[in-house]
C-alpha cells in the first residue's frame, strides 16, 4: 500500500517521518506481517535501514524473513569482548548460511583496557557502566550512521518490553538529537512461533538455547533460566537490571506508545 510517507517530496528526497505518521504507521503495522513491514522499511531507507541481531530467537527469524524477500538490509552485532565460544561460532555459521557479512561493533577499550581505566570486573561492581561502555556507546555510534534500526524485540520477551510498539521514533542524541526510527516487526510473536519458524526453516541457533540459556547476553552476566521466569531474568544475576540499556538510551518522540 502506498502511503504518504513512501511518497518523496518535490526534490526527490523523503521528508522525515513525524510523530504523528509514526503513530498511523504504527496502527497500520499491527495488522500487516512482519515480511510486509520489513519491505516498507526497504523502500523508505534501503540501506539506511539495517538489522541487529545478537543471534537470539528473533534475530534469527528476521534475518531469514529479509533474506527470503530479497531485501539485503545491512546486519550487525554488538561484541562486547566477553560473548561465549557458542556466540561468536554462530556468527561464522550465520554467515555461510545467510551468504551475508554480519558487522561487529565493538566497543573502544579492550576488557583489559576497560580493567585498566576503571577496574577489574566492572561489571560485578557497575553493570550499568559496564553495558554503556561496551555496548550503549558503540551502539549510539554505529546508529549515527543510520535512519532506521530493525530490531527483534518481543512484547513477550520481558515485562519490560510488553508495551514496544511495531515502529517507535527516537530522538538519537538525547532530546534535540537527529530523529532514529526504531522498527520492532516481530514485536507480536509469541515464543513458540518463533522456535517453530526456527527449526522449519533449519536456521542454526546457539546451542547454548538447548542447555537451559533463554536469553544470551554476556558470559559474565547470563546464567540459565527456570521453568515460568522471564526470558531475560537470567541475564544480571544479583542485580536489579533487566536491561543493557541499548534499548533504553534513546528519548522516545512520540505520545502513542501502547
Ligand atoms: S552484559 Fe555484563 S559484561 Fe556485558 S557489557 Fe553488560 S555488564 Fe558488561
Not at 107 to 135: F, H, I, M, S
Not at 143 to 151: H, K
Not at 217 to 222: P, S, V
Not at 223 to 243: L, M, Q, S, Y
Given at each position: ?92 555459521r550465520l554467515e555461510d548460511f545467510f551468504g551475508w557479512k554480519i558487522e561487529s561493533i565493538r566497543p573502544d577499550l579492550t576488557v583489559e583496557q576497560q580493567a585498566e581505566a576503571l577496574g577489574p570486573e566492572l561489571w560485578a561492581r557497575d553493570p550499568d557502566l559496564c553495558c554503556t561502555t561496551r555496548k550503549v556507546l558503540p551502539l549510539q555510534s554505529k546508529l549515527r550512521e543510520l535512519d532506521c534500526w530493525i530490531t527483534g524485540l518481543r512484547r513477550r520477551q520481558a515485562r519490560s ?98
Amino acid at each position: 500500500m502506498e502511503t504518504l510517507q513512501t511518497i518523496p517530496a518535490a526534490n526527490g528526497e523523503l521528508k522525515p517521518l513525524t510523530a504523528r505518521e509514526i503513530a498511523a504507521l504504527n496502527a497500520q503495522f499491527e495488522h500487516q506481517a512482519p515480511e510486509e513491514i520489513l519491505a516498507w522499511a526497504w523502500k523508505r531507507f534501503e540501506k539506511k535501514a539495517a538489522i541487529g541481531t545478537s543471534f537470539q530467537g528473533s534475530g534469527l527469524v528476521m534475518l531469514h524473513l529479509a533474506k527470503m524477500a530479497g531485501l539485503s538490509f545491512p546486519v550487525f552485532t554488538l561484541d562486547t569482548g566477553l560473548l561465549f565460544p557458542e556466540t561468536l561460532e554462530l556468527h561464522k555459521r550465520l554467515e555461510d548460511f545467510f551468504g551475508w557479512k554480519i558487522e561487529s561493533i565493538r566497543p573502544d577499550l579492550t576488557v583489559e583496557q576497560q580493567a585498566e581505566a576503571l577496574g577489574p570486573e566492572l561489571w560485578a561492581r557497575d553493570p550499568d557502566l559496564c553495558c554503556t561502555t561496551r555496548k550503549v556507546l558503540p551502539l549510539q555510534s554505529k546508529l549515527r550512521e543510520l535512519d532506521c534500526w530493525i530490531t527483534g524485540l518481543r512484547r513477550r520477551q520481558a515485562r519490560s518490553r510488553a508495551a514496544i510498539g511495531l515502529i517507535e521514533l527516537y530522538a538519537l542524541n538525547g532530546k534535540g538529537g537527529p530523529d532514529i526510527v526504531k522498527l520492532n516487526p516481530l514485536a507480536n510473536w509469541p515464543t513458540e512461533a518463533t522456535w517453530r519458524y526456527i527449526r522449519e526453516h533449519k536456521i542454526p541457533w546457539n546451542p547454548l538455547h538447548d542447555r537451559g540459556y533463554a536469553s544470551i547476553g554476556c558470559m559474565t552476566c547470563t546464567r540459565k533460566t527456570a521453568r515460568g521466569e522471564d526470558e531475560r531474568a537470567g541475564r544480571w544475576i544479583g542485580f536489579k537490571k533487566v536491561e543493557c540499556g541499548i534499548h533504553t538510551f534513546m528519548s522516545p518522540k512520540n505520545d502513542f506508545q501502547i
